[in-house]
């Protein structure tokens, strides 16, 4: 669906995120075989009481995505893409996740973003047509007195 990635500077991932991040990529490749409905509401269902995620944290996760599979280096951005929003939950924060398609030629394709920006993409995903987005829950009013 894509062009392949890969980490600029390969880092190893410290021993205590490994499992998160391998977590993350299993989810991310049970997910990816799931039809779209079934993706949009498990992700639905993830995003709630996630705090929006910063550029620099999507980044770090997609990174560590990047270092834990190289399947997800590759074409899979639909695994990619799942995979880092899945590790970023994990971790306590949500990016909007995109899927999209260009029709000439026809493209698909699956990614991450935060405070507006695409996270580990070599073009601007503005080529594509957003088809699916699901942006971080909005936060919720504090509880406290009705105003009249």
């Known amino acids: 669906m894509t ?5 600029e500077r390969r880092r190893k991932l410290p021993v205590r995120q490994r499992p998160a991040a391998l977590a993350a ?3 991310g490749r049970l997910l990816a ?12 269902l993830l995003r709630r009481r996630a705090a929006p995620a910063t550029y620099q944290q999507a980044r770090d996760a997609h990174d560590a995505i990047l270092s834990t599979s ?5 074409r899979h951005c ?8 899945v590790l970023c939950r994990i971790r306590g924060v949500w990016p909007t996740w995109c899927i999209g398609v260009r029709t ?3 493209v ?3 990614w991450v973003e935060a405070e507006d920006h695409p996270v580990g993409e070599p073009h601007s995903p503005d080529r594509y047509r957003r088809l699916i987005v699901i942006p971080p829950s909005r936060a919720q009013a504090p509880q406290g007195d009705p105003v009249p």
């Open 3 to 7: 062009q392949p990635q890969t980490v």
């Open 25 to 27: 990529v299993c989810a």
């Open 104 to 106: 000439a030629p026809f």
């Open 70 to 74: 190289v399947r997800c280096g590759g």
């Open 78 to 85: 639909l695994q990619r893409s799942l995979a880092t929003v």
């Open 33 to 44: 075989h799931l039809p779209p409905r079934r993706i949009r509401a498990v992700l639905t």
């Open 108 to 110: 698909a394709h699956a």
